[in-house]
């Protein structure tokens, strides 16, 4: 029996969901087609539907089969959680869970958008959710919004500080819910239960301090690792058993950025102002770097990689396009007047940068630059886009917008 | 026939309440077993309005994973049986200040939903209230500024006196200073705003952690210690009467010169009174209160400035109590803030009830 739900709480990777933080393959990528490529979400074209959301968050929205879920929170300092799930089709909410906050700090308020503490992206498995929130509250709900298990981590390790509030989504793989929580106070990565919510293992992150990317899992050498980026260091971790397996001081102070992998290569990128770097994960006797950029990688949004083609923009929409195996530059252009903040990301031949002024601005993934279309919504939007079978689903200050033919 | 309904009513829900007193106790201590967690959870679902106000009164303070499961559990029912729900003992419930706050908010929303528009006819008589007292600050706040000038500062002077958390106090206060008032910032929210500082102690930002310098054992306003450009003396310092901060910098005490300094304050309080101690600083901070350590905060890596981020709860004789501060830099990063740029070094103290209240003391003119 216990088996029976260990592995329906496993993730289940569909080409056509988005069940996680930068999607099934966790790397900003879809292999669908027929994504909408032009919208006008102030016109309403290609508008299929769009509905309020309960509070703030920069979370990605996540999908998996009939259901589309974002966490918010609101209230005085945002100390009221929420889990809510809408049908893909309409739009129409299904269900909503409010959790009570742990107490916290309160969320950093000094720039908008306005952040809260939900921005995280949840992990959508078939059986379950799991979300995790800044103020420390993991919790595992069943996809009818029904608690499965729940913990404070607050409450177990002590309050976490981090200047900006955590985002470091969590991962589930291999039964673990595995969440990167660096702050200034005692950073740890920890692995629990899917099942029961039961730590499995954690491991102190000494000398690292406020990051926010998101752990990515590899395979090198048949062995899966969790690997962390944080205060100018990549860590590989045993994903079995926590351990640290090696580390390799290749980044800036502050990491914003998810990583991405290809086979054994992997590619980061930290802030502020930092280079990409490209690590051969594979190498012997521990991970090296393979080749390093000029420093002018992005703070905020992660990387995406479509074919033999790294792109990314910097935090001010100046997007570039590397070229992955060497690291030397096809192009970089001004993409955009607004902030960057949202991650790109790519599907059927396209890559979509959003800004803070919610315009997506798609461009050929290609060598060469080529702007598809320049898309307003009319709403600023903090959160990465999500694709699924045909949509495109953003995540604005005050709506869920779900856009496609 | 009226004493056999009665009958029958109590025959048949007193099972269903004892039910729901073992399940509401299993969730206020919830098992290792998170399916014994679940089923205990689903059976209070079913027992539906019984299980509400006992819920409610029931609610785990200091266990925010068992506040949530009795908190789902609730919520499951109230969002499914809005019909059902017993409005008027959850609006009392709701409206009783002394009830724990957490669960008259999830009460209130219960309402609200079934009644929406109850929580804005609510806020205004709840200025004062210890849960939904800042809500009704923001509600204010928000009317003020769609207000035309005169009825806004009108607006504005009936809360300031309410207004518990600093964010909130800053937007009033300022708003009522640009309309020609002189709204007490400091003493409103009990923030210790005369102190005397001395620094820096010559010492690197690591070394500084580790090292005690003597202040911390022995505090003399007329001594002197060795600095890096000659003798180191106690100076005044105040705070800035609009934000309550003690700019370090200000006063003399550079980091460029060395990353430690203190600050020493006396504070009178009138009667004995149990205090929470909120502060906040750029990077480290440690507080004494009459000699005893309250807060520690030591780290090699930099922090942001946030107010109230750090509390203690002391308690504090009648007459004079003695706050002594170390303040500790970081080493300066590669990136921060603007090129050349003078490194922020400031703190706040403040003196509170558990709510943010500022607490009423004094502090002696012309001494520390």
Request: contains cysteine.
């Amino acid at each position: 029996m216990k088996r029976v739900i260990l592995l329906a709480l496993l993730p289940v990777i569909a080409a056509a969901d988005w069940p996680q933080w930068r999607g099934p393959t966790a790397d900003g990528v879809s292999a669908e087609t027929g994504f909408p490529v032009e919208w006008d979400g102030v016109k309403g074209t290609k508008v299929r539907w769009k509905v309020p959301l309960p509070g703030a968050g920069n979370g990605s929205p996540v999908v998996l089969g009939d259901d589309v879920i974002v966490t918010a929170t609101s209230g005085r300092h945002h100390s009221e959680l929420h889990v809510q799930c809408y049908d893909r089709a309409t739009g129409k909410p299904k269900w909503q869970t409010d959790l009570t906050a742990t107490p916290a700090d309160a969320p950093f308020s000094m720039f908008p958008p306005e952040r809260g503490h939900a921005a995280s992206t949840p992990v959508l498995t078939k059986k379950a959710v799991f979300a995790l929130f800044g103020t420390g509250d993991l919790v595992c709900l069943d996809r009818a919004g029904k608690p499965v298990w729940m913990r404070s981590l607050t409450k177990e390790y002590g309050i976490i500080r981090n200047d900006y509030g955590i985002a470091a989504s969590p991962v589930v793989a291999d039964g673990l819910v595995l969440v990167q929580v660096d702050h200034l106070e005692g950073s740890y990565l920890l692995a629990a239960d899917a099942a029961t919510g039961k730590t499995k293992w954690k491991t102190a992150r000494t000398g690292v301090y406020d990051n926010w990317a998101t752990p990515v899992v590899v395979t090198v050498g048949g062995v899966k690792q969790i690997v962390c980026l944080g205060t100018k260091t990549i860590a590989g971790y045993d994903l079995a058993t926590g351990k640290q397996a090696w580390s390799l001081d290749a980044l800036e102070r502050l990491c914003s950025c998810t990583p991405v992998v290809r086979g054994d290569k992997l590619f980061a990128v930290s802030g502020p102002s930092g280079a990409n770097v490209a690590i051969d994960l594979a190498a012997r006797p521990s991970p090296k770097v393979m080749w390093q950029s000029k420093k002018n990688g992005p703070f905020v949004p992660s990387a995406v990689v479509v074919d033999d083609l790294y792109f990314f923009t910097d935090d001010q929409g100046t997007a570039s396009c590397l070229d992955l195996k060497t690291g030397a530059e096809k192009w970089r252009e001004r993409i955009g007047s607004g902030r960057m903040r949202p991650s790109p990301v790519a599907a059927g031949g396209h890559v979509y940068f959003t800004a803070l002024d919610g315009t997506t601005t798609v461009v050929k993934a290609a060598a060469g630059f080529e702007v598809v279309a320049k898309n307003p919504l009319g709403e600023e939007v903090a959160a990465s886009a999500s694709l699924s079978r045909g949509c495109v689903f953003l995540r604005g200050g005050k709506h869920l917008w779900c856009l496609g033919k | 026939m009226f004493r056999l309904s009665i009958f029958m009513v109590v025959l048949f829900t007193a099972p269903v309440l004892a039910g729901v007193r073992e399940d509401i106790a299993a969730l206020k201590n919830p098992s290792a077993d998170p399916e014994a967690n679940r089923a205990a959870w689903d059976r209070l679902v079913a027992a539906g309005p019984p299980a509400m106000l006992p819920i409610l009164h029931t609610w785990p303070a200091d266990d925010p994973v068992a506040a949530n499961w009795l908190r789902t559990a609730f919520d499951q029912f109230a969002r499914t049986h809005t019909e059902k729900l017993p409005v008027e003992e959850l609006l009392a419930f709701a409206a009783d200040p002394k009830a724990h706050g957490k669960a008259r908010r999830v009460a209130l929303s219960a309402v609200e939903r079934t009644r929406p528009g109850t929580t804005v006819k609510l806020l205004p008589g709840w200025l004062n209230d210890p849960e939904f007292g800042p809500d009704a600050v923001a509600e204010r706040i928000t009317a003020a500024e769609a207000a035309e000038p005169t009825e806004a500062t009108r607006i504005l002077r009936t809360m300031f006196a309410a207004t518990t958390d600093i964010d909130q106090a800053l937007v009033v206060a300022k708003r009522l200073t640009a309309a020609g008032d002189k709204p007490d910032m400091v003493k409103h929210l009990g923030m210790v705003g005369r102190w005397h500082v001395v620094g820096p102690f010559p010492v690197s930002p690591e070394d500084g952690l580790k090292q005690s310098f003597p202040p911390e054992t022995k505090f003399d306003l007329a001594a002197e210690y060795e600095g890096k450009a000659g003798k180191l003396k106690w100076s005044a310092a105040t705070c800035d009467p609009a934000e309550g901060r003690v700019d370090l910098a200000k006063f003399g005490v550079k980091p460029d010169d060395g990353a430690v300094a203190y600050a020493a304050a006396t504070v009178i309080m009138p009667s004995p009174t149990k205090v929470e101690l909120r502060l906040s600083a750029v990077d480290n901070i440690t507080a004494w209160v009459n000699g005893k350590k309250a807060v520690e905060r030591a780290s090699e890596y930099r922090s942001m400035y946030r107010p109230d981020r750090y509390r203690a709860a002391v308690e504090l004789p009648a007459g004079e109590s003695a706050l002594l501060l170390k303040l500790t830099k970081t080493r300066p990063e590669e990136v921060r803030g603007r090129p050349g740029a003078t490194a922020k070094w400031d703190f706040l103290v403040r003196l509170a009830d558990d709510k943010g209240r500022g607490v009423a003391f004094t502090q002696p003119e012309g001494k520390k």
